[in-house]
């Protein structure tokens, strides 16, 4: 019989992630953790636990373990098939909001290349409610994703599956504002096989090249796709 503070105490994780995972396996809340932890734990649970605890052990991020991150004060769904939304990224979407303070009744036209889970653009659209923003990415895996968290977050997003502006093909496909968080990391770069990053899509972190050949791709694509006045705001590594 192990009850829930006996399978704490034994964690060798960090307690404030044992305590993530241990909500996880039980469905309580941080505070009934506290106030519950005579409890004992079911055999399914204590299954669960130690799952989760040997996984976690092994290396694999908290946001797959969980299945979720947040993000911009929003919680997104996330798996192995999309990049974890990671807090820099945050600057980003102050950034576009900063820029355009003065447009906010306006509604500009936003489209997010590469999206992954969708978080740039359900954030956008979700602190932008008139915005139009479009999101496309390669990855079909990706897509589902990001639908689940348009629905939850931010309905009027349209996803397109398209490598980079390749579907948009409308002549009317031109924006305002265009965002953008591509694969950045050189092929050769030894962070690939640090941490987090051993967990996370290859395609999603790398382009198997210098690491600026998407913006290459991107910069020289977007004067056709951008309308009077628009603007790119690319994420980029530190070193770039
Ligand atoms: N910022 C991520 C990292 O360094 C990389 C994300 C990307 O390639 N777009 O872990």
Redesign the pocket.
Known sequence: MTQIAQALRLSPLPILESRMLMQHVTGLSRVQLITRDTEVLMQTQLTHWNTLLDRRIHGEPMAYILGQREFYGRMFTVNPSV?IP?P?TEILIDAVLQDHAEQEQKRLRVLDLGTGSGAIAVTLAAERLIWDVWAVDVSAAALKIAQENVDTHAPTVQLLHSDWFSALTEPSASFDIIVS?????AADDAHLAEGD?RFEPRGA?SDEADGLRHYRHIIANAPSFLNDGGRIYL?HGFEQ
Request: no cysteine; net charge negative; hydrophobic share 35%.
């Open positions: 990049l990671r820099d968080n591509p694969p950045y990391i990053l972190l994420e």
